[in-house]
Nanobody, 117 residues
Framework: QVHLVESGGGLVQPGGSLRLSCEAS????????MSWYRQSSGKQRDLVAD???????NYADDLKGRFTVSRDNAKNTVYLQMRDLKPEDTAVYYC???????????WGQGTQVTVSS
């Protein structure tokens, strides 16, 4: 089993920064693919960024340059550094893990990010 816990969300003013963390526990290895998604009220859950076990990254086109995904395999943790936050970045942010050779998706419970003055 895999358990994911996100943290780091909160209220931030426009133009501010936040760093989200997602710590994985359970039966995992470094050979996994981790992603960040976000879901605003009344909207679908969209991909923000993902990172492979080789540290290759992929971003939603409109977030490139403001968001940076990284991972620390020793801590089984993936991070999302968010800069120059805008009100439209307000959402619940979720992390997802896919283990190598396992088709199942594992999701965290989400962390709320609110960008408001």
């Amino acid at each position: 089993q895999v358990h994911l816990v996100e943290s780091g969300g909160g209220l931030v003013q426009p133009g501010g920064s936040l760093r989200l963390s997602c710590e994985a526990s359970g039966t995992i290895s470094t050979f996994n693919y981790m992603s960040w998604y976000r879901q605003s009220s009344g909207k679908q859950r969209d991909l923000v960024a993902d990172i492979g076990s080789d540290d290759s990254t992929n971003y939603a086109d409109d977030l490139k340059g403001r968001f940076t995904v990284s991972r620390d395999n020793a801590k089984n943790t993936v991070y999302l550094q968010m800069r120059d936050l805008k009100p439209e970045d307000t959402a619940v942010y979720y992390c997802k893990l896919i283990r190598d050779g396992d088709p199942r998706e594992y999701w965290g419970q989400g962390t709320q990010v609110t960008v408001s003055s």
